[in-house]
């Protein structure tokens, strides 16, 4: 780390630019925290695609679910699949955007992407 060239903190200051999603800085390398990561090379991993590919979660502690796009040149959506319709979140294709839901309903909400259908992820939402 002592030899620092300009090239790093040019690039530094660029990801922070980019990072719209909301300006959070924590965390190594500027990314944003999440719960679930939609992984390099999603499109094709059906239910590697979301990592972890379920997510338990409970309305106790927060009912709020993040996810975090780290297949970067690649939008995908984040959509419940149950005849419930609760959610139906977008991700850009911009690397580490982050999209949020809030459960208030305990239950299995299996979910897809809507542009790779394949890919496919369940979030357990216990009371
Ligand atoms: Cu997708």
Same mark, same amino acid.
């Given at each position: 780390?002592?030899?620092?060239?300009?090239?790093?903190?040019?690039?530094?200051?660029?990801?922070?630019?980019?990072?719209? @999603? !909301?300006?959070?800085?924590?965390?190594?390398?500027?990314?944003? $925290? +999440?719960?679930?990561?939609?992984?390099?090379? &999603?499109? =094709?991993?059906?239910?590697?695609?979301?990592?972890?590919?379920?997510?338990?979660?409970?309305?106790?502690?927060?009912?709020?679910?993040?996810?975090?796009?780290?297949? @970067? !040149?690649?939008?995908?959506?984040?959509?419940?699949?149950?005849? $419930? +319709?609760?959610?139906?979140?977008?991700?850009? &294709?911009? =690397?580490?955007?982050?999209?949020?839901?809030?459960?208030?309903?305990?239950?299995?909400?299996?979910?897809?992407?809507?542009?790779?259908?394949?890919?496919?992820?369940?979030?357990?939402?216990?009371?």
């Amino acid at each position: 780390m002592r030899h620092r060239s300009p090239l790093p903190a040019l690039f530094l200051a660029a990801a922070v630019v980019a990072g719209c @999603g !909301g300006g959070d800085s924590n965390g190594p390398g500027n990314q944003p $925290a +999440a719960d679930v990561s939609i992984v390099p090379g &999603a499109f =094709n991993k059906g239910f590697q695609a979301y990592s972890p590919d379920t997510l338990t979660i409970s309305l106790a502690a927060s009912g709020t679910v993040t996810w975090r796009n780290d297949d @970067g !040149g690649v939008a995908h959506t984040v959509t419940d699949t149950t005849a $419930a +319709a609760l959610f139906d979140v977008g991700l850009t &294709a911009a =690397n580490n955007d982050t999209a949020s839901f809030t459960f208030t309903v305990a239950g299995e909400y299996p979910y897809k992407c809507t542009i790779h259908t394949g890919m496919r992820g369940l979030i357990i939402v216990n009371p």
